[in-house]
């Protein structure tokens, strides 16, 4: 009897990638591409680059696939089970390792085999490669995040200030609860978009110069954006910038109502700020709605009612009239150390507005967990700082080891080696 290879049709269907799956796979057996869902991804919280159909297409034209079943379990181990194939073909350029060792557990099952494509059977290590070989254009990217709101109804977002923190969330992922966790989405932060250029969080840098940052960004990853833009500078500037962003890809704007010289929110002391009045600041959101070319682009009105202890009621006074104004949703932020304030924000708003998305930013009051957030509504949660706030002490110690001995070994200590820097960007073979 002929027998069975099982092989996942994973997120990125790259073509000649998973061509070279099927040519291997198939020297097993007949090919079965377990063809993951739209709605299996939805529900593991992912968005899927391209719908089923599209990627059904791909798969259907590669020569040695015997079969494509819809499958609806995203880690495909219920479809294992319920097919028990001769073999499972494992990608350790695209499972993780904890995908390889729950399919290898598996397999043994039924006595499956698992075949590795580096033929390591079972090898935990999965290559942590910035392998994006799989082209996004704008609309597609930009477009993600809508979709992952309407179908998930929540989105993790992690700060990037440069490309390789863009890979970062591209690719990581743990294991919680027997299920794959990553970031959906990525925030282009203004605070840390200056940090990194040594200057304040007060607008200093212009979006131009963020603007060409997120191009390389892009180049390297396909998850969606979203782009603080600070105060968006004058209703008449702001239409520009929205276009621009839109023109790359990004997804959302987030705008603070802030006035004069903007200070960051979470710095502590008298920073003086003050607030753009109700009007004014609704005018800059209708100006930017005005200015979209897509449906699909969101301009987010962030409010600073608690940063600036104006209470609650001054900050749903806000959110309604922004919402009215045109904004797709509302950013509410807070430097307490607890979640409360928050908390009574979102029940009141909800009671309200069901449908306008609600953001987060849990900076200081970062013992909340996400279920208590999405369980009060929030669609959005972003953890606005942390790649730079993580690299930064980590850069400094190496920098110090260095000075401290008087020469560099004792450094290598506090970095990675230097195969797997190579190993992060290896390029194409050679000819
Ligand atoms: C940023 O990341 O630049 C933000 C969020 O605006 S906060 O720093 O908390 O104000
Ligand atoms: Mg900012």
Same mark, same amino acid.
């Given at each position: 009897m002929t027998k069975t290879v099982y092989v996942r049709g994973a997120d990125d269907i790259d073509e000649a990638h998973f061509a070279a799956n099927v040519a291997a796979a198939r020297k097993y057996g007949a090919v079965v591409v377990g063809l993951i869902t739209d709605e299996a991804f939805w529900r593991s919280g992912r968005a899927p680059r391209l719908d089923f159909e599209a990627r059904r297409r791909i798969v259907d034209r590669i %020569? =040695?696939?015997a079969q494509i079943l819809s499958q609806?379990?995203?880690?495909g181990l219920a479809t294992l089970r319920r097919l028990q194939p001769d073999y499972c073909l494992c990608d350790l350029n695209a499972d993780t390792g904890a995908d390889a060792g729950r399919l290898l557990a598996l397999a043994g099952e039924w006595a499956g085999q698992l075949i590795t494509l580096e033929g @390591? +059977? $079972?090898?935990p290590e999965p290559r942590q490669v910035l392998d994006f070989e799989f082209g996004v254009t704008p609309s597609m990217r930009l477009r993600q995040l809508r979709r992952l709101l309407a179908h998930s109804g929540f989105v993790r977002a992690l700060e990037v200030h440069s490309p390789l923190c863009g890979a970062i969330v591209e690719k990581a992922e743990v294991q919680r609860q027997g299920r794959s966790m990553g970031f959906d989405a990525m925030w282009s932060s203004s605070l840390t978009d200056s940090t990194v250029r040594g200057?304040? /969080?007060? %607008? @200093?840098?212009d979006h131009s110069a963020r603007l060409a940052g997120l191009n390389e960004l892009f180049d390297v990853t396909s998850k969606p954006l979203l782009y /603080?833009? /600070?105060? =968006? =500078? #004058?209703a008449e500037h702001f239409g520009y910038t929205v276009r621009s962003l839109e023109r790359l890809g990004v997804s959302a704007v987030v705008i603070e109502d802030k006035a004069g010289l903007k200070r960051n929110s #979470?710095? $502590? =002391?008298?920073?003086r700020q003050t607030r753009e009045s109700i009007d004014d600041f609704s005018y800059k959101i209708a100006a930017g709605k005005a200015a979209?070319?897509? +449906?699909d682009f969101a301009v987010i009105a962030r409010i600073e009612s608690f940063i600036l202890n104006a209470g609650l009621e001054d900050a749903l006074e806000r959110a309604k009239a922004y919402v009215e104004a045109g904004a797709d949703g509302v950013l509410i932020h807070s430097r307490a150390s607890d979640p409360d304030e928050i908390f009574a924000f979102c029940d009141r708003f909800r009671k309200v507005d069901a449908s306008s998305a609600l953001v987060v930013v849990?900076?200081?009051? $970062? /013992?909340?967990y996400e279920s208590e957030l999405r369980a009060r509504g929030v669609n959005v949660v972003i953890y606005a700082n942390h790649l730079l706030r993580a690299s930064y002490p980590a850069m400094l110690r190496a920098a110090q080891t260095i000075l401290e001995h008087g020469r560099c070994r004792e450094a290598d200590a506090h970095c990675m080696p230097m195969e797997e820097v190579f190993r992060l960007a290896p390029g194409p073979e050679r000819r």
């Amino acid at each position: 009897m002929t027998k069975t290879v099982y092989v996942r049709g994973a997120d990125d269907i790259d073509e000649a990638h998973f061509a070279a799956n099927v040519a291997a796979a198939r020297k097993y057996g007949a090919v079965v591409v377990g063809l993951i869902t739209d709605e299996a991804f939805w529900r593991s919280g992912r968005a899927p680059r391209l719908d089923f159909e599209a990627r059904r297409r791909i798969v259907d034209r590669i %020569e =040695g696939v015997a079969q494509i079943l819809s499958q609806n379990d995203y880690d495909g181990l219920a479809t294992l089970r319920r097919l028990q194939p001769d073999y499972c073909l494992c990608d350790l350029n695209a499972d993780t390792g904890a995908d390889a060792g729950r399919l290898l557990a598996l397999a043994g099952e039924w006595a499956g085999q698992l075949i590795t494509l580096e033929g @390591v +059977r $079972g090898d935990p290590e999965p290559r942590q490669v910035l392998d994006f070989e799989f082209g996004v254009t704008p609309s597609m990217r930009l477009r993600q995040l809508r979709r992952l709101l309407a179908h998930s109804g929540f989105v993790r977002a992690l700060e990037v200030h440069s490309p390789l923190c863009g890979a970062i969330v591209e690719k990581a992922e743990v294991q919680r609860q027997g299920r794959s966790m990553g970031f959906d989405a990525m925030w282009s932060s203004s605070l840390t978009d200056s940090t990194v250029r040594g200057k304040p /969080d007060i %607008e @200093v840098v212009d979006h131009s110069a963020r603007l060409a940052g997120l191009n390389e960004l892009f180049d390297v990853t396909s998850k969606p954006l979203l782009y /603080d833009a /600070d105060t =968006g =500078g #004058l209703a008449e500037h702001f239409g520009y910038t929205v276009r621009s962003l839109e023109r790359l890809g990004v997804s959302a704007v987030v705008i603070e109502d802030k006035a004069g010289l903007k200070r960051n929110s #979470l710095l $502590g =002391g008298d920073s003086r700020q003050t607030r753009e009045s109700i009007d004014d600041f609704s005018y800059k959101i209708a100006a930017g709605k005005a200015a979209q070319t897509t +449906r699909d682009f969101a301009v987010i009105a962030r409010i600073e009612s608690f940063i600036l202890n104006a209470g609650l009621e001054d900050a749903l006074e806000r959110a309604k009239a922004y919402v009215e104004a045109g904004a797709d949703g509302v950013l509410i932020h807070s430097r307490a150390s607890d979640p409360d304030e928050i908390f009574a924000f979102c029940d009141r708003f909800r009671k309200v507005d069901a449908s306008s998305a609600l953001v987060v930013v849990p900076t200081s009051y $970062g /013992d909340v967990y996400e279920s208590e957030l999405r369980a009060r509504g929030v669609n959005v949660v972003i953890y606005a700082n942390h790649l730079l706030r993580a690299s930064y002490p980590a850069m400094l110690r190496a920098a110090q080891t260095i000075l401290e001995h008087g020469r560099c070994r004792e450094a290598d200590a506090h970095c990675m080696p230097m195969e797997e820097v190579f190993r992060l960007a290896p390029g194409p073979e050679r000819r």
